[in-house]
T-cell receptor, first 114, second 115 residues
Framework: EPEVTQTPSHQVTQMGQEVILRCVPI?????FYWYRQILGQKVEFLVS????????KSEIFDDQFSVERPDGSNFTLKIRSTKLEDSAMYFC????????????FGPGTRLTVL | GDSVTQMEGPVTLSEEAFLTINCTYT??????LFWYVQYPGEGLQLLLK?????DKGSNKGFEATYRKETTSFHLEKGSVQVSDSAVYFC??????????????FGKGTKLSVKP
């Protein structure tokens, strides 16, 4: 069964460093998403991506964040200058269609900013 | 804005006990409602969904009914198993306004089932 994969599973970085979190969505899906979950808090929407551009982003997704689909398979989330409060589990998801349908999630990347 | 509230955990039950995890929502328009489950070390998996009022989603013995009058989508299972131990997330996806496609989650409820 096709699945969303994410790498790395755990990333440790120093404050101020850039990190890139990688995701490989399911191959025939068209909509891609990033969510994050700070320990003990809700899963929060960050950004959605369709047709090679951002379709929606939350207030969390400020200028420090960017997303890219550099080739036909990868979908990346870059944090330019990490802050302590960026420490969280980051989930990638993909969907064949928008909105009312199932989003398929990856296992997550745990980001720890020291 | 749209939001989801679900009961705080953790919930600890004995095998074969009845499970209810409460979920209520606030939304404009007519959202779709979902329950996702996260087993240890894995990603979020869709457990069940309902897209309109009075729909009942069901899967693996779990059920939830979309109740518009009470804005609720409570998760139930008649007889839980140890293998049901996981974190359960209630979520909605808006149809109107700004939330086109992104999911809004509750905090999650951790369920532990003892043999």
């Amino acid at each position: 069964e096709p699945e969303v994969t994410q790498t790395p599973s755990h990333q440790v970085t120093q404050m101020g460093q850039e990190v890139i979190l990688r995701c490989v969505p399911i191959s025939n899906h068209l909509y891609f998403y990033w969510y994050r979950q700070i320990l003990g808090q809700k899963v929060e929407f960050l950004v959605s991506f369709y047709n090679n551009e951002i379709s929606e982003k939350s207030e969390i997704f400020d200028d420090q964040f960017s997303v890219e689909r550099p080739d036909g398979s990868n979908f990346t989330l870059k944090i330019r200058s990490t802050k302590l409060e960026d420490s969280a589990m980051y989930f990638c998801a993909s969907s064949p269609r928008q909105s009312y349908n199932e989003q398929f999630f990856g296992p997550g990347t745990r980001l720890t900013v020291l | 804005g749209d939001s989801v509230t679900q009961m705080e955990g953790p919930v600890t039950l004995s095998e074969e006990a009845f499970l209810t995890i409460n979920c209520t929502y606030t939304a404009t328009g007519y959202p779709s409602l979902f329950w996702y489950v996260q087993y240890p070390g894995e990603g979020l998996q869709l457990l069940l969904k309902a897209t309109k009022a009075d729909d009942k989603g069901s899967n693996k013995g779990f059920e939830a009914t979309y109740r518009k009058e009470t804005t609720s989508f409570h998760l139930e299972k008649g007889s839980v198993q140890v293998s049901d131990s996981a974190v359960y997330f209630c979520a909605l996806s808006g149809r109107d306004g700004g939330s086109q496609g992104n999911l809004i989650f509750g905090k999650g409820t951790k369920l532990s089932v003892k043999p």
